[in-house]
């Protein structure tokens, strides 16, 4: 429980279903955090836990707050400042998903007793009647779908997942929330990263400023165009922030090698195939040849027609039909089926725009 609306209504629908629930907090930051001090309209704030605690108590389930600050740190904050030092853009999201709320926290559940893990998100989950395989399918409400962020999910962890608000609106939950008489029936939904808020460069600067090396803004050639304050303040695809005359220009690559980043006109931009790792797939049992499916590089944009074959050792290559802004390496790619959108497939991490064959 978050505190949010998502996860109440999730709690209320279980009970009212006749689950017998325990409700549960996770501490993930420090009191000091991000800009010098926790902000009360960041997602998991103090204010967050108490909103949870009162949701409980409206709900008659027991609550407690459980510590995972030095896991959190380590594997999704520490990972994602190195990352961004290292030239790549991470997604925390999916990192925590995978670790800390369906790993550990998940693990720590069963080992206590429960039998399974409800959150607040808005995906659905769904067992095959045939080969009793767990399916992961896209939230009812195409504005708030996070399956994109679930895709490292494995078939036990979903086997031990309940998605109570994954076939509602916003608007339903909201609706559900205030039939319940829910306190947050009406809170607002946090919108930033819940350890970096509005701007993840700030956030970057503050932690790990002094790792920052300056370098040069190349063209494609190698021409040097102007300076940079650090690759962890670039991302593939940026077009604002350069700080450069004759325009537009837009970042093509970063070169961790040379600590140069590479610019160029939007046309420069555009690719019609990347590889990626550490493949996991949901919906299939391998990927042993080239196979259509509908991919996405973010999860708020709209999944284009592409191609998805197997290199080894894990690795794939993504074609898409029509050539696409170039993602940036780190972010995640997530394939849906061809012939039914809303069922994910699998998902992989970009691991570089250069062709492979």
């Known amino acids: 429980m978050s505190g949010g609306v998502d996860s109440a209504v999730a709690a209320a629908l279980l009970i009212e279903q006749g689950h017998e629930v325990v409700g549960v907090n996770l501490k993930l930051l420090p009191r000091e955090a991000g800009s010098g001090s926790e902000r009360a309209d960041r997602c998991c704030s103090v204010k967050d836990a108490e ?21 959190f740190h380590r594997e999704v904050i520490h990972e994602f400042t190195a990352a961004y030092l290292g030239g790549l ?4 999201c999916v990192r925590c998903n995978e670790l800390v709320k369906f790993g550990s926290l998940l693990r720590q559940a069963v080992g206590l007793g429960a039998e399974r893990l409800a959150t607040g998100h808005y995906a659905r989950i769904e067992r095959e009647p045939t080969s009793g395989r767990y399916l992961l399918r896209r939230g009812i409400d195409d504005e708030r779908d996070q399956s994109y962020f679930l895709y490292r999910l494995t078939q036990a962890q979903l086997g031990r997942t309940c ?3 994954g076939h509602m609106t916003k608007d339903q939950v909201r609706e559900r929330a205030a039939a319940f008489g ?4 009406a809170k607002a939904d946090s919108q930033d990263l819940c350890f970096v ?3 993840y460069r700030t956030y970057l600067r503050e932690q790990c400023g002094d790792r920052l090396r300056p370098g040069p803004i190349t063209d494609s050639t190698g021409r040097i165009l102007g300076q940079h ?3 962890a303040l670039y991302t593939v695809g940026q077009r604002n922030g350069l700080g450069m005359a004759g ?6 690559r970063l070169d961790p090698k040379t600590n140069a980043v590479v610019v160029g006109r939007r046309d420069e931009l555009l690719q019609r195939e990347f590889v990626a790792e550490q493949l996991n797939l949901v919906a299939w049992d391998r990927l042993t040849t080239e196979r259509p499916v509908l991919m996405k590089v973010r999860s708020r944009q709209a999944a284009m ?8 050792d894990g690795r794939i290559r993504v074609r898409w039909t029509q050539a696409q802004p170039a993602p940036a390496p780190g972010q995640a790619a997530v394939f849906y089926d061809a012939s039914e959108p809303d069922l994910l497939v699998g998902g992989a991490t970009v691991a570089t725009t250069q062709e492979a064959h």
Do not use: C, K, M
């Not at 605690?53 to 609550?63: D, E, F, K, M, T």
């Not at 829910?182 to 029936?185: E, K, N």
């Not at 325009?247 to 093509?252: K, L």
């Not at 027609?305 to 290199?311: E, G, H, I």
């Open 197 to 199: 808020g509005h701007d």
């Open 182 to 185: 829910l306190r947050i029936a």
């Open 305 to 312: 027609p592409a191609t998805v074959s197997p290199l080894g």
């Open 89 to 92: 853009t991470p997604n925390p």
């Open 229 to 231: 304050e650090g690759l």
């Open 247 to 252: 325009g537009p220009f837009y970042v093509v």
């Open 163 to 165: 998605l109570p608000v």
């Open 51 to 71: 909103d949870a605690r009162l949701v409980a108590a409206q709900l008659g389930i027991p609550y407690y707050v459980l510590n995972y600050e030095s896991q």
